[in-house]
């Protein structure tokens, strides 16, 4: 574990995302607020500094400002210039977000770093060890302010294999491979992808941390339970499954064919009083058919575990471990999952969940409408063994721990020097500031 020094001071971490990650919006928001949530539960002293925000806050012309998360952390929200230009090209173009690896890339050789902003300017100097969320961040390891610092990357896919244009995959392939190269500990979701990085970057050093959670995130929510149904409309004797999708490609593949199973197969969830619910911004609009819902865009997600009776995972696509069902199996709702939804975890269909291919998940639905109605008390077991199996690949806290071991040893084998100097803010706790 990396080590403490003897007066008394946690490590230092700056964890710079290109993305706001609070409010989660979706499964790479998820991922990235875990680990800095474990690390800070492993001792660390974090602090994200987030290189765009959100849309409604550009366009109400909101200042960069420091939130604190529930738990405590802070994080720093540019929406300066550069900011709102990387943000509107992403947004507009549709592309990877190339834009801000050639910004930083541009401002860490400017003359005393002045294009990166104080405030990122004064981290750099506070913090002992850097951890670039995603790939497209890793010309930050080599602005002057981060020498001497431990250089992490996280990454959260092999980023390339998510775009269909061959220019644009051979791009991001390069871009990847430079990252892998510039940092002293690489973090993958998955061994797969630790060993693409291996196999092509010559990284110095690869540990595995796998989707995980916070475990108590939802203790509690089952209190809202009838208030969630009651703003769906969804009467007590409906069985109601919930699939949580972002805009991801994966997810928004897996919504079609919700959607088309709905259309075609409307009369079954009717009569037997199924309903599916889609929660997140994987359809712009909300849809309402008989027996399906989507809902769009939301603020949180947690009302909707509350009212849901079970869970649905269609994916058949991406990389990793679904943070999807790290969720369904923390808050103890029986799955129905592809084969593919549930790999990377110790999921048996009938035992722990239950698994469809594409052509069969209406008599799988029919079979856990038929265990809701004659033996609920089954259908609560195989949810506790899902929770059995997999609660410490769930955990982020257990899973981070990787992590957290190898951080020290490296920094003693580059020969890093101590903690930094404190930034010359010091924001205080508790809600919003500009």
Not at 51 to 80: C, F, H, I, N
Request: proline share 6%; glycine share 8%; charged share 20%.
């Amino acid at each position: 574990m990396m080590p403490i020094d003897p007066a008394g001071a946690s490590p230092k971490v700056l964890f710079l995302s290109g993305l706001q990650i609070y409010p989660t919006m979706s499964g790479g928001t998820l991922r990235s607020a875990a680990l800095v949530n474990a690390l800070q539960h492993h001792g660390f002293d974090v602090r994200v500094h987030s290189l765009t925000g959100r849309k409604a806050d550009y366009l109400a012309r909101r200042p960069s400002s420091m939130q604190v998360w529930p738990g405590g952390t802070e994080e720093r929200v540019d929406r300066g210039v550069a900011s709102a230009a990387n943000w509107l090209a992403g947004y507009v173009l549709g592309l990877p977000p190339v834009w801000i690896s050639a910004h930083l890339g541009v401002a860490v050789g400017s003359p005393g770093e002045a294009l990166l902003s104080a405030a990122l300017r004064q981290e750099l100097a506070w913090c002992d060890a850097i951890v670039a969320d995603f790939p497209y961040l890793y010309p930050i390891f080599a602005a002057p302010a981060a020498q001497g610092k431990l250089r992490v990357l996280s990454t959260h896919n092999i980023e390339h294999h998510l775009w269909r244009n061959p220019l644009t995959r051979a791009v991001v392939r390069e871009l990847e491979i430079q990252a892998a190269k510039a940092c002293d500990i690489l973090v993958a979701c998955c061994a797969e992808d630790a060993r693409f990085f291996e196999a092509n970057a010559g990284v110095r050093q690869a540990v595995v941390v796998p989707n995980g959670v916070d475990l108590g995130r939802f203790c509690g929510i089952e209190a809202h339970r009838a208030e969630a149904r009651r703003a769906l409309g969804i009467a007590d004797d409906v069985m109601l499954l919930l699939f949580t999708a972002s805009k991801w490609g994966p997810n928004r593949e897996a919504f079609e064919y919700l959607l088309e199973f709905a259309k075609s197969q409307a009369r079954l969830l009717v009569e037997q009083r199924i309903h599916i619910l889609v929660v997140g911004g994987v359809t712009a609009e909300p849809v309402h058919l008989e027996g399906f819902t989507a809902t769009g865009r939301i603020d949180r997600v947690e009302p909707y575990f509350a009212a849901a009776d079970a869970a649905l995972n269609p994916i058949s696509s991406g990389a990793g471990t679904n943070v999807k069902m790290c969720e369904f199996i923390a808050m103890r709702l029986p799955i129905v999952s592809t084969p593919f939804g549930a790999r990377g975890l110790a999921f048996q269909d009938a035992k722990s969940g239950f698994l469809f291919e594409k052509g069969g998940l209406a008599a799988v639905l029919s079979k856990v409408r038929r265990l809701f109605d004659e033996n609920p008390l089954r259908l609560r077991e195989i949810a506790e063994d899902a929770y059995a199996q997999n609660r410490n690949a769930i955990d982020m806290n257990a899973c981070a721990q990787v992590l957290v071991e190898a951080m020290g040893p490296a920094r003693e084998r580059l020969g890093l020097r101590g903690h930094g100097t404190p930034p010359a803010e010091a924001p205080a706790a508790g809600g919003l500031r500009a």
